[in-house]
């Protein structure tokens, strides 16, 4: 009875996983099918949390990034005759997009630094911007000497970062993203940070409590269109900048993204708590569980069957098969997750070339690092299931195969299924270690929300609640199973 449940089961949940593979693998297919027949399609990373040049209106319904940024990148590409397609990532994540061939240019505010241009082209600056030193109202800092002896918050690998680290005795704390910094002043955790005058203005009108200044640019300063080494299209993308220049279409667009209040979209309302701030937003957060959980069954069961095989490698009687299994379990147990997450995701374009789409990185990742955990558990499951079973099966003459199939792993998987609701539920919540990498997940629909209107307790709040509730379902279903197959024993 149990064997016809199991194979029916494993038909069932291997053809789901077809079906879901194609689908995540699908997309990037036909999209790769596109651009290969139609050489005009252009992609442009950003990084969507630095409003007013890019970020998300969530509240639209429709997943679209906006801003000053993407007006200027939809008319040049109209002017030259592309098709435009965006995608996101951390800013960090912007120079290995462009390095990876990932995108055909990068616009987010960027601004052309002597390190940078190492690693990338550059078209003429588009806008100049200054930096300010946020601070609580009254906290009276209003020059980099005013900083010395204090915390001062910058986003991690931007110029802010490189001008603040030429203040004279003040202590750096870089973070992802900019409301972040801004959360941390508020907190009083740190004192100030230096952010763009155009991103401060956003932040001071959403948020009362908060002053800024604005402070002379040192060195390297302005916005400009990164592309990766060698491109060319850096000359006919200055052609139509300069041309945006004299038509007045860029004072235009900074006149409709940077002097209404600094802020097109959002409308001040952030004080106090509530989740009638994010209100309409919510739709858009809740849809990012159906990746967040078609991710997890993804990389539970291939992860599962990865587990079953090293486990049958670690207690077999071959050295080298045991050898693998143990070393591999060394290194996938003893190195942190995130960071094998952005070496599959970005090492993969360059190592064998191809442009491995964030969600299957993800899913790769995910899988071998669960399958080194899971193959622990079964094995310690196979080793509890009394020896004197194997031997009688061995003694009426059942070979190997049908041995393990049947008799000994069945009940190993009865021990240890407590153990493997615990690992599902560890992968549920790792699950949003891939908003790194820019997948819309739960958490990373979070994030955008809050970058979007400038708020971030409730957001996070809300996802943490609805992680929570599936993490819960997930325990129940557990629970029933075992339930089940205690009476099936
Ligand atoms: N202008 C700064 C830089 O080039 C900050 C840009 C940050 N942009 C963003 N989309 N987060 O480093």
Do not use: H
Request: aromatic content about 10%; proline content about 4%.
């Amino acid at each position: 009875m149990l064997t016809i449940i199991r194979k029916k089961t494993i038909v069932a949940i291997a053809l789901f996983a077809v079906v879901a593979l194609s689908i995540i693998s699908g997309n990037s297919l036909i999209e790769k099918a596109i651009a290969q027949s139609n050489n005009q399609k252009v992609v442009m990373v950003t990084s969507a949390d630095y409003p007013p040049y890019e970020f998300r209106d969530t509240a639209s319904g429709n997943n679209e990034i906006i801003g000053f940024d993407v007006d200027i990148a939809k008319y040049i590409t109209k002017e030259l005759g592309l098709e435009l397609s965006i995608t996101d990532t951390d800013f960090n994540g912007i120079i290995p997009a462009l390095q990876s061939k990932r995108a055909d240019f990068a616009m987010a505010g960027m601004t052309p630094t002597a390190e940078r241009k190492k690693n990338v082209d550059f078209s003429d600056i588009y806008y100049e911007a200054k930096n300010t030193i946020v601070s609580l109202k009254g906290s009276n800092l209003k020059t980099p000497a005013d900083l010395s002896g204090k915390e001062v918050g910058v986003q991690l690998g931007s110029t802010q970062e490189t001008a603040a680290k030429e203040f004279k005795n003040v202590k750096l704390k870089s973070l992802n993203k900019t409301s972040e910094i801004i959360q941390e002043v508020k907190a009083k955790r740190i004192e100030a940070a230096v952010i763009e005058d155009t991103i401060a203005k956003g932040f001071i009108a959403n948020n009362p409590d908060l002053e800024f200044t604005t402070i002379p640019n040192v060195g390297e300063a302005g916005s400009a269109i990164a592309f990766p080494k060698g491109s060319t299209r850096v000359a006919d993308f200055n052609r139509v900048l300069a041309q945006m220049k004299q038509s007045g279409e860029i004072d235009r667009l900074i006149k409709k993204w940077f002097e209404n209040n600094g802020n097109p979209v959002a409308t001040p309302t952030n004080s106090g708590f509530g989740f009638g701030k994010i209100a309409s937003s919510i739709p858009y957060i809740i849809d990012g569980i159906k990746i967040t959980l078609l991710f997890t069954l993804i990389s539970a069961f291939f992860g599962f069957l990865w587990g079953v095989i090293l486990s049958l490698f670690k207690i077999s009687t071959l050295k080298p098969l045991q050898w693998f299994a143990n070393a591999y379990t060394s290194v996938f147990r003893g190195t942190p997750l995130l960071l094998q997450i952005a070496l599959v995701y970005y090492a993969t374009p360059q190592i064998i070339g191809y442009n491995i789409p964030p969600l299957l990185a993800g899913v790769v990742t995910f899988t071998l690092n669960s399958g080194a955990y899971i193959s622990e558990t079964i094995r310690a499951g196979i080793l509890a299931v009394d020896k004197g079973q194997a031997e009688a099966a061995l003694s009426l003459g059942i070979p190997y195969k049908p041995m393990m199939q049947d008799i000994i792993l069945p009940q190993g998987l009865k021990n240890i299924l407590p153990a493997l609701v615990n690992e599902s539920i560890a992968l549920l919540k790792d699950s949003a270690l891939v908003s790194t990498i820019g997948v819309a997940d739960l958490l990373r629909r979070a994030q955008i929300v809050g970058a979007e209107k400038y708020i971030y307790f409730e957001p996070l709040l809300f996802a943490g609640i609805v992680y929570y509730l599936l993490v819960m379902s997930l325990t129940w279903g557990g629970y029933a199973l075992e339930r089940r197959l205690q009476r099936s024993s």
